[in-house]
T-cell receptor, first 117, second 113 residues
Framework: DARVTQTPRHKVTEMGQEVTMRCQPI?????VFWYRQTMMQGLELLAY????????DSGMPKDRFSAEMPDATLATLKIQPSEPRDSAVYFC???????????????FGAGSRLTVL | DQQVKQNSPSLSVQEGRISILNCDYT??????FLWYKKYPAEGPTFLIS?????DKNEDGRFTVFLNKSAKHLSLHIVPSQPGDSAVYFC????????????FGTGTRLQVTL
């Protein structure tokens, strides 16, 4: 049963601390997305990669957030320094980019719930 | 700017009845639409999708309708079951942007006995 694995599942930290969230996409998937779930905005796209190359990170506050894919089995989302307004659930999703029309179905991880005090 | 809108934060339906979840969008460049379902403490899971060249897609108890002129889509669940109680997200993809999905804020469906 292929799944997207996210760690940590829960993280409580103090304002100003660095936070790193990790994601293992499904083997063979070539697109990886980071979303953030908030009550007001729903699921906001932060960044996404195709074949490990960053395609769009316009949804991410650049001064404190960074996203990378060191290799095909690992994606990271880092916040430095963290702020209380960053408290949310962060989801990673992976998929296979379609070669034709349509959109690939993304498979989501269970999320990392971040609380910044 | 919220390009995909789900104006009803919650919906309660009796078991066996029809559930209708609505979604509006503003970007006429969207060419593919999806519905995802989310249980607490889990990630969203894909439910059903529709291309902009169609106006209906059906999969078992789930049917998605698309009205392009009104920029509106809806998800019908019939008959509704208690296990359908979850948050439902509408998502849309813009033409030329493979895989990049814009999501709505979600509608919480409660199916009561």
């Amino acid at each position: 049963d292929a799944r997207v694995t996210q760690t940590p599942r829960h993280k409580v930290t103090e304002m100003g601390q660095e936070v790193t969230m990790r994601c293992q996409p499904i083997l063979g998937h070539n697109t990886v997305f980071w979303y953030r779930q908030t009550m007001m905005q729903g699921l906001e796209l932060l960044a996404y990669f195709r074949n490990r190359a960053p395609l769009d990170d316009s949804g991410m506050p650049k001064d404190r957030f960074s996203a990378e894919m060191p290799d095909a089995t690992l994606a990271t989302l880092k916040i430095q320094p963290s702020e209380p307004r960053d408290s949310a659930v962060y989801f990673c999703a992976s998929g296979l980019a379609p070669t034709g029309a349509g959109a690939n179905v993304l498979t989501f991880g269970a999320g990392s719930r971040l609380t910044v005090l | 700017d919220q390009q995909v809108k789900q104006n009803s934060p919650s919906l309660s339906v009796q078991e066996g009845r029809i559930s209708i979840l609505n979604c509006d969008y503003t970007n006429s460049m969207f060419d593919y639409f999806l519905w995802y379902k989310k249980y607490p403490a889990e990630g969203p899971t894909f439910l059903i999708s529709i291309s902009s060249i169609k106006d209906k897609n059906e999969d078992g108890r789930f049917t998605v309708f698309l009205n392009k002129s009104a920029k509106h889509l809806s998800l019908h669940i019939v008959p509704s079951q208690p296990g359908d109680s979850a948050v439902y997200f509408c998502a849309a993809k813009r033409a030329g942007t493979a895989s990049k999905l814009t999501f709505g804020t979600g509608t919480r469906l409660q199916v009561t006995l």
